[in-house]
Nanobody, 115 residues
């Protein structure tokens, strides 16, 4: 059974950086397209970035140039580097396949950007 566990969130000041990790059980990372999603209070969950098995990437316009998605298929780990963080980036961040599979949603990791 696939399990995705996110980590790396925290409280950071505007302009700061964080690196999120998503550890996957099984070999899902080695065969599938993956994505990072986020859900802010009162808003729907939305795709932030996605990466294909071959390494092609796509980003939400508001994070282009600031966030970088990457994957290590050997370690079965997905990453999201968050730079130049803004208060509007505050949200719970989740990883899942792209497109997402309902039963794979984990607990997420909280990112709070505040001074």
């Amino acid at each position: 059974q696939v399990q995705l566990v996110e980590s790396g969130g925290g409280l950071v000041q505007p302009g700061g950086s964080l690196r999120l990790s998503c550890a996957a059980s099984g070999s899902i990372l080695s065969i599938g397209d993956m994505g990072w999603y986020r859900q802010a209070p009162g808003k729907e969950r939305a795709l932030v970035a996605a990466i294909s098995h071959a390494g092609s990437t796509t980003y939400l316009d508001s994070v282009k140039g600031r966030f970088t998605i990457s994957r290590d298929n050997v370690k079965n780990t997905l990453y999201l580097q968050l730079n130049s963080l803004k208060p509007e980036d505050t949200a719970f961040y989740y990883c899942n396949t792209f497109p997402p599979i309902l039963r794979y949603w984990g607990q997420g990791t909280q990112v709070t950007v505040s001074s």
